[in-house]
């Protein structure tokens, strides 16, 4: 037996503390007593001189973004923030809202259910544009290039993600988003090549018997990858935007008191005529 508090005991201790520190070390946050740090920026300072969008970037990127790269940062997460209940993931949240789960986890079933068919169009558009950047950048001809990756793509798939809309002949987001990029490419905040590839992309599917224009994600993957983020944080930032207007939607159906909402009103069922069983009996 040992007695305790000897030198080696205080060793062990502090071996297994430095082991912790270790074990959860991040370059993203350092909190101590007193002290909140960002990317080593004191938090103080991000209160009173950054907005939201910036300390976004801060947080993913490690370090502040150009005043310009902030802008079109900002433009894309307010453009794709919302699309009304007719989105699943937005019908899903304010139904799981009336199931007394409360607010987070109606938010979480809304966020949970943008996969790759509902809200993952943004990410696989960016790994379009990157494919294509890719065959540019080792010499093929730009026109070539994109028919490369695009052909397959309409080939197997009928559809190329971030084209396409059920509500909008034409995206009333596309144009103010194009044209803070258009300004962009003038300012020299972005270099303007995923623009090029997407407006070539979209003048062959304008060719195409059934015309499909650029939706919200088409319009926000070109945003996010001339800003460089990779694909996956396309969707992520896809997701941190839409779970704003899922968060409004849940909150307003549970402020509605409605109980255990379906997906038809009860008297649209009442309206409904019995169906026949074909045995002769209801
Ligand atoms: C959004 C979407 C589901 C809308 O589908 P829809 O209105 O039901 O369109 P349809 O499936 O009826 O297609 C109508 C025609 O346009 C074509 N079309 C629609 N979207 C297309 C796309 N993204 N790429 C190529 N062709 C497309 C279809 O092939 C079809 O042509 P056809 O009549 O010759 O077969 C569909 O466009 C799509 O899956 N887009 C890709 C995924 C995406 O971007 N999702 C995010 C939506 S905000």
């Not at 909150?251 to 009442?270: D, H, L, S, V």
Request: a neutral charge; aromatic letters at 6%; charged letters at 20%.
């Amino acid at each position: 037996v040992r007695p305790s508090g000897t030198d080696d005991d205080a060793a062990r201790i502090a071996a297994a503390a430095d082991e912790v520190a270790a074990w959860w070390s991040t370059e993203i946050t350092r909190i101590e007593p007193g002290i909140i740090e960002l990317r080593g920026f004191p938090i103080e300072q991000l209160i009173s001189g950054a907005d939201l969008p910036s300390v976004i970037w801060l947080l993913l990127r490690g370090e502040m973004p150009a005043e310009g790269q902030a802008r079109l940062l900002e433009a894309a997460l307010v453009s794709s923030v919302d699309h009304g209940p007719q989105a699943p993931s937005i019908a899903a949240a304010r139904m799981a809202a009336t199931c007394g789960v409360g607010l987070n986890s109606a938010v979480a079933t809304g966020v949970n259910l943008l996969g790759d068919v509902h809200g993952g169009a943004g990410q696989q558009f960016m790994t379009i544009l990157a494919d294509i950047r890719t065959r540019e950048s080792s010499g093929e001809e730009p026109h070539r290039a994109m028919r490369a990756v695009v052909k397959p793509w309409l080939a197997q798939q009928r559809y190329v993600p971030g084209f396409g809309h059920r509500v909008h002949p034409v995206d009333p987001r596309r144009k103010p988003l194009f044209s803070l990029l258009d300004s962009a490419v003038a300012d020299g905040v972005i270099d303007g090549c995923y623009l090029r590839i997407t407006r070539s992309i979209e003048a062959l599917l304008t060719e195409s018997r059934r015309p499909a224009p650029i939706n919200i994600d088409g319009c926000t993957a070109t945003v996010y990858a001339e800003l460089g983020f990779p694909p996956e944080l396309g969707r992520g930032l896809f997701v941190l935007s839409r779970a704003v207007g899922i968060l409004a939607h849940a909150w307003e159906e549970q402020g509605t008191g409605r109980r255990i909402k379906g997906p038809f009103p009860p008297t649209a069922w009442a309206r409904t005529p019995p169906r026949e069983t074909g045995r002769g009996g209801r």
